[in-house]
């Protein structure tokens, strides 16, 4: 039994709460290791690069929030924290800087706000992800808003499932888009349909089996199951009873519903599903996805008349907590307090009138935080990095930006739409494998000096045509990594490397030109010049 299972023997991970009072009065330093990893239950993650501060991660089902949570979670970062939010590639937000003594009054006010960190950390059910424009995308084929809630409500909580063998990522989504990295995920249910002659019949296609981290990305596996709405919960429970009941337990490297996945097979996999569900499940359907990807990134139409949403870009994720503040504050003034994170880190505001969307647009938030940066900000994505992250072996953030900003100076113009994305260890939180250019932080020996290195990836996607990123280079020193990216980054045909036989990838679309100049039929924002790196 490794150290973590014999931890779960003993006590389960939402135990700790009741040792919370405790351990505020007497300090960090008396928390035992044990009750350390229990509290990632709860979101709370010692972190060694700041001995005594803690990271808390907080939930937010689908992404979906409030102008009000934002508001309390600006408040907690700056009464508490060190005033720094990071947007997570998988919807939710970090706090930093957090002390045990404080952590109970955190709790208190995430109580008020309606949030919670639970279960956001090790063996349990993590946020489970959906399009961050579900319900108001046009495009979409269904909204899977009430399934995500639906899954947030059977698994929080529940002693169910806080000992699975390791995570369990889900993401639900009918965006025909392709905005989310479903095929990374242990569970996804991803739009698709049956031609029934005189009509179609919408629903799910099931995938199993996706990662990044533990081994690297292993993309998921259709379980050639189609399900819909209806049932799109049943199959999710079910699939988790099963791996909790079966996962392989003994090595946490080896721990993932990947590894049950490739120990059965799908064939074994989908028939345990029906046998414990009582009946069988139609074959896949049509995969709806189109090829390519968006990001929700702009000014766009709803599909509610007369309403637009608009995707702001966060550059590397981090935010200050004045200025998530002030997304709060554009949120109400504009729109009716509703606020989207999208995997893409960024938020996305909904329910904007034409008669104010023009407005919006002139903003001196939304050119800080753009609705139409340039290719390589639009695309840059970064994990948290080794001043807040035990696992990371190079800081990232800072140096993500700056390498964008050499980039773009040297190439300007030149750029094409291309996503960049850094991690800073294997575990791939900056869903590095999957982007066009991904980055993997390492330590290398250039010249007999040990220095900030990256092994480079190319041509990773997810989507109805996904594809294994191909390492073409290793040990590039940080400090030369611009010019090497300088002259890779103009060739990279993005086009050729994900192409499916009789499908052509969409044209990118467009953004609602403001009010005051009027609608065009296709909705695209015409005579606007992307906003350059911001200084």
């Known amino acids: 039994m ?31 290791e044990d009750d350390i990893q229990r509290l990632k239950w709860y979101g709370l993650f010692l972190r060694n690069p700041t001995p005594g501060f803690f990271m808390l991660r907080v939930r937010m089902p689908g992404g979906q929030t409030t102008s009000v949570q934002l508001q309390a979670l600006a408040d907690i970062a700056l009464a508490y924290g060190n005033g720094v939010i990071d947007v997570t590639t998988r919807q939710q937000v970090q706090l930093r800087h957090l002390t045990i003594a404080h952590v109970p009054a955190v709790f208190a006010k995430l109580e008020e706000a309606g949030l919670t960190s639970m279960q956001t950390g090790m ?24 399934i995500v ?44 349909y049956h031609d029934l002659g005189h009509d179609k019949c919408f629903g799910y296609n099931v995938l199993v089996g ?18 819909n709405p209806a049932e799109a919960f049943e199959v999710c429970r079910t699939l ?86 002030n997304i709060a504050a554009l949120a109400d003034r504009y729109g009716t307090g509703e606020v989207r994170l999208s995997p893409a880190q960024a938020f996305v505001i909904p329910h904007i009138s034409d008669r104010v969307v023009g407005e919006l647009a002139e903003e001196p938030l939304v050119k800080q935080f753009a609705y139409n940066p340039s290719p390589l900000y639009k695309g840059l994505v970064s994990c948290v990095g080794s001043d807040y992250c035990n696992l ?29 994305h850094w991690s800073g260890c294997p575990a791939g939180c900056g869903n590095h494998l999957v982007a066009d250019i991904g980055l993997l932080g390492k330590k290398a020996r250039v010249g007999g000096k040990v220095v900030d290195a990256v092994d480079i990836f190319v041509g990773g996607r997810s989507g109805p045509d996904p594809k294994l990123a191909t390492k073409i280079m290793e040990d590039v020193p940080c400090d030369k990594l611009p010019s090497v990216l300088e002259n890779l980054m103009p060739y990279h045909t993005r086009d050729k490397m994900h192409r499916v036989r009789g499908k052509a990838a969409p044209k990118a679309a467009g953004a609602t030109k403001p009010a005051t100049a009027g609608h065009d039929t296709a909705g695209a924002i015409s005579g606007l010049t992307p906003q350059p790196f911001p200084a």
């Not at 973590?4 to 351990?23: F, P, S």
């Not at 063996?123 to 009430?146: F, H, I, Q």
């Not at 002693?159 to 479903?182: E, F, M, Q, S, W």
């Open 392 to 420: 990371a072996v190079i800081e990232t953030k800072s140096r993500a930006v700056e390498t964008a900003r050499v980039l773009e100076r040297k190439l300007g113009e030149g750029l094409k739409p291309i996503t960049l």
């Open 2 to 32: 490794n150290k973590i299972e014999a931890i779960k023997a003993e006590r389960d991970g939402l135990t700790v709460r009741d040792m919370l009072e405790h351990y505020a009065q007497a300090g960090w330093e008396s928390i035992p």
């Open 210 to 227: 996706g990662k990044l981290g533990s081994g690297g990305y292993r993309i998921a596996s259709s379980l050639d199951m189609f399900v």
């Open 123 to 146: 063996d349990s059910v993590r946020n489970v992800m959906t399009c961050p424009v579900a319900g108001l995308n046009p495009n979409e084929l269904l909204d899977g808003t009430e």
């Open 149 to 192: 809630r639906a899954i947030n409500r059977e698994v929080l909580g529940n002693p169910a499932y806080t000992n699975l063998p390791r995570k369990c990522n889900i993401a639900v989504t009918g965006c025909t888009d392709n905005c989310l990295h479903t095929e990374t995920q242990d569970i996804a249910l991803v739009p698709a």
């Open 240 to 325: 988790l009873h099963i791996y909790r009941d079966h996962g392989p337990r003994e090595n946490r490297t080896q721990a993932r519903l990947a590894f049950l996945v490739e120990a059965w097979g799908e064939t074994r996999l989908r028939h345990e599903v029906e046998v414990r569900m009582g009946r069988a499940l139609p074959a896949a359907g049509v995969d709806a996805r189109a090829v390519g990807e968006r990001d929700h990134i702009g000014i766009f139409r709803q599909k509610q008349r007369g309403l637009n949403y608009i995707g702001l870009k966060v550059l590397v994720g981090r935010i200050k907590a004045a200025d998530l503040r």
